[in-house]
C-alpha cells in the first residue's frame, strides 16, 4: 500500500505529541462543527508507525485509545505492553497485510482496514475461525485506480463485499481509501462514500495529516494522523 501523509509538522507550542494530539483534536472538532456533524462523530486513529513507546505515552496520558499500525512485527514490538498498562486500546492495522502475517494480524488487532484482495480475505476467514476472535474489518478501495497502489478498484467493490460477506461470512464495516498524492482528495472522498452508501458500508476511513478537513467534510468516520501528532518521521 502506497503512503500518503503530506507533511504537516506542528507549529509552536505543538512541538510534543501531546501538543499535537491537543491540536488535531481542536481541528477534528472545528471540521465536524464546519460540516454541521455532531462532535464526537468521527474518531481518530493516532498513526504511531516508527514511534516508539515514549512518544506514544503522553497521547495515552490524555486518555486516547485509537491507534493504527502499518506493521504486524512493529506493533508486536511495542503494544502488548502498552496494552498491560493502559488497557482498553483499539488497534488499527493500517497499512499492508500479507497473508503469512494474517494469524498474528487477526491475534493483534481489533481493526484490520486493509483487506485489499481475496487471497487476504480468505486467510483473515480461515484464521478468524481457527482463533475464535473477529477483528472489524474494512476494504481498502485503491480510489485513483493507481497501479503500483493496493486497493480494490472502485468498480469491483460490490462483487468483493459479496465474496466477503457471503461466502466468507466475513463482517465488513467499512471502507478505507488513500487518495492519490498529486490530486484533489476531494473526489476521492465522494466516492468513497457513494461506495459506502450504495453497498451498505457505514464506515469510512479516510483522510491523514494533510486533508483530514476535508474528509470530515465529506463524510468520514474517522480519519488516520500521525505525523500532525507526533511530528515528522
Not at 514490538?77 to 493502559?86: A, Q, V
Not at 483487506?115 to 481457527?130: F, G, N, P, W
Not at 480510489?143 to 462483487?159: C, I, L, M, R, S
Request: charged share 25%; with cysteine; aromatic share 6%.
Amino acid at each position: 500500500m502506497g503512503q500518503r501523509e503530506p507533511d504537516a509538522n506542528r507549529s509552536a507550542g505543538e512541538d510534543s505529541p501531546a501538543g499535537g494530539f491537543d491540536a488535531v483534536c481542536a481541528r477534528i472538532a472545528e471540521a465536524e462543527r464546519s460540516a454541521g456533524r455532531p462532535g464526537g462523530d468521527v474518531t481518530l486513529v493516532a498513526v504511531t508507525k516508527t514511534f516508539d513507546a515514549e512518544a506514544i505515552v503522553p497521547v495515552l496520558e490524555r486518555g486516547h485509545r485509537v491507534f493504527g499500525e502499518n506493521r504486524v512485527q512493529e506493533a508486536q514490538g511495542k503494544w502488548p505492553e502498552l496494552r498491560e498498562r493502559y488497557g482498553d486500546i483499539e488497534l488499527h492495522l493500517i497499512g499492508p497485510l500479507q497473508s503469512n502475517k494474517a494469524a498474528d494480524a487477526v491475534a493483534l488487532f481489533d481493526v484490520i482496514e486493509t483487506v485489499d484482495r481475496e487471497k487476504i480475505a480468505r486467510a483473515l476467514a480461515r484464521e478468524m475461525d481457527t482463533q475464535g476472535r473477529t477483528p472489524r474489518l474494512y476494504v481498502q478501495v485503491n480510489t485513483g485506480e493507481e497501479p503500483q497502489k493496493a486497493g480494490v478498484a472502485p468498480g469491483d467493490v460490490p462483487a468483493f463485499l459479496t465474496l466477503c460477506r457471503g461466502e466468507l461470512g466475513l463482517r465488513v464495516e467499512g471502507l478505507m481509501c488513500i487518495p492519490p498524492v498529486e490530486e484533489n482528495p476531494g473526489p476521492h472522498f465522494v466516492l468513497l462514500k457513494k461506495l459506502g452508501s450504495e453497498c451498505g458500508v457505514p464506515m469510512l476511513s479516510m483522510g491523514m495529516s494533510g486533508d483530514f478537513e476535508t474528509a470530515i467534510a465529506f463524510g468520514a468516520t474517522s480519519v488516520r494522523v500521525g505525523s500532525a501528532i507526533f511530528g515528522t518521521r
